[in-house]
Structures are given as structure tokens and as C-alpha cells.
Antibody
Framework: QVQLKESGPGLVQPSETLSLTCTVS????????VSWVRQPSGKGPEWMGR???????AYNSALKSRLSISRDTSKNQVFLKMNSLQTDDTGTYYC????????????WGQGVMVTVSS | DVVMTQTPVSLSLAIGQPASISCKSS???????????LNWILQRPGQSPKRLIY???KLYSEVPDRFSGSGSETEFTLKISRVEAEDLGVYYC?????????FGAGTKLELK
């Protein structure tokens, strides 16, 4: 079945770089796009960016200068790197599958909590 | 960016009562394809979001038919005909028509 699982450090120092991995199963990254969405505690989600099925990327303009999304199709993994972290980057980070029929997130990972603190 | 405004912020309802959540967008969500990419998700306490409705009114297969979605352009509504205990959580509308995709702040459904 379709699964997505995020992994990465739970604690990051301010000004450091966050590196997260989304490992997927049950579908191919060359057929489906994957988006990253984050959610500060108690707040609504924020779309961060997308790795398209063809390898292209799209980013939220508010994060574009700090954000990079890449993938390794042989390992079924999508990567997120974001630099210059600040305390307001604290929250839960999710990867989601984007359907082939349109921009809908049909499956979500369990999320990984990231705290930015010294 | 498209701003998604949800009302009310919270709902307190008894089992069996109907629920209605409004979602308004600052721009039309009708895309060049002729489709409107307005979606709803539910986040139960302590869980990741789950899919509910896509393209305004289409229910995913596992979603009970007591849920319905309607609307067009900039005004949308999620309705639950009779609330059940498993429906509690926070409902978010979000749009996929424009980049960046944006989410509403959420409507918390609590049981009375």
C-alpha cells in the first residue's frame, strides 16, 4: 500500500540547516509528485514545495531562497534541505503524495517534529 | 498569495447535529483547465491530516456520504449531515489552483 515516512533530526540549532528525508513505498517517484508541507504547532499547514514526477521542482516563494528539494528515485526518497533555520521554523514537517489527476494530496506521511532551539 | 479564510474558528456540536464550515478565497480558484482545485482535509487530534474532499465536491472513496462539499469561484462550504464522534478534529480547506498552494487556518469541531 501507499506509504510515506519522514525522517530527520528532531532538534536543530538556529542558523543551521535542516535535512529531512521522505521515504516512499507503494508507488513510483517517476509517476507521482511529492510535496512538503509544514505545520507550526496549533496553526494551519504551509505548503513548502514540490518534487514533480519528472524531476522538476516548485517552491513557495516565501521559502525559495532557503529551500532545496531533491530526490533519489533508486532509493524511493525525496529530500528537503532548508538553511538559516530560525525558531519560527519549528513545527511538524510532512511529505505528501500528489495525485496524477490534479493538485490533490491523497496520502500524507506521519510527520516529523522539528524544534529549532539552542 | 491566495488567502483562505475559514469560519467559524470552532464548532461545538452534539452527535447527530449538522455542521457547516465556510471557506472563502481571496481569488477565484477556477483554473485554466476549467477545474476548481479546492480541497478539504481533516486532522484528528495527534494525527497527520487525512484527505476528505477534492475538487470542491468529490469525496474520496473511504469518506462517508454524510460529508458533502459545494461552492464555486471564491466561496465554498463543507457540510456534515449528522456529526459522529469520529468527525472531531480540525478541518482545513486548501487550494491547489495557484502557487503557492495555501491553507485555511482551520475549523475545530468539538463534541458537545
Amino acid at each position: 500500500q501507499v506509504q510515506l515516512k519522514e525522517s530527520g533530526p528532531g532538534l536543530v540549532q538556529p542558523s543551521e540547516t535542516l535535512s529531512l528525508t521522505c521515504t516512499v513505498s507503494g508507488f513510483s517517484l517517476t509517476s507521482y509528485s511529492v510535496s512538503w508541507v509544514r505545520q507550526p504547532s496549533g496553526k494551519g499547514p504551509e505548503w513548502m514545495g514540490r518534487m514533480w514526477y519528472d524531476g522538476d521542482t516548485a517552491y513557495n516563494s516565501a521559502l525559495k531562497s532557503r529551500l532545496s528539494i531533491s530526490r533519489d528515485t533508486s532509493k524511493n526518497q525525496v529530500f528537503l534541505k532548508m538553511n538559516s533555520l530560525q525558531t519560527d521554523d519549528t513545527g511538524t514537517y510532512y511529505c505528501t503524495r500528489v495525485t496524477t489527476e490534479g493538485p490533490y494530496f491523497d496520502y500524507w506521511g506521519q510527520g516529523v517534529m522539528v524544534t529549532v532551539s539552542s | 498569495d491566495v488567502v483562505m479564510t475559514q469560519t467559524p474558528v470552532s464548532l461545538s456540536l452534539a452527535i447527530g447535529q449538522p455542521a457547516s464550515i465556510s471557506c472563502k478565497s481571496s481569488q477565484s480558484l477556477l483554473g485554466t483547465s476549467g477545474k476548481t482545485f479546492l480541497n478539504w482535509i481533516l486532522q484528528r487530534p495527534g494525527q497527520s491530516p487525512k484527505r476528505l474532499i477534492y475538487q470542491v465536491s468529490k469525496l474520496y472513496s473511504e469518506v462517508p456520504d454524510r460529508f458533502s462539499g459545494s461552492g464555486s469561484e471564491t466561496e465554498f462550504t463543507l457540510k456534515i449531515s449528522r456529526v459522529e464522534a469520529e468527525d472531531l478534529g480540525v478541518y482545513y480547506c486548501w487550494q491547489g489552483t495557484h502557487f503557492p498552494h495555501t491553507f485555511g487556518a482551520g475549523t475545530k469541531l468539538e463534541l458537545k
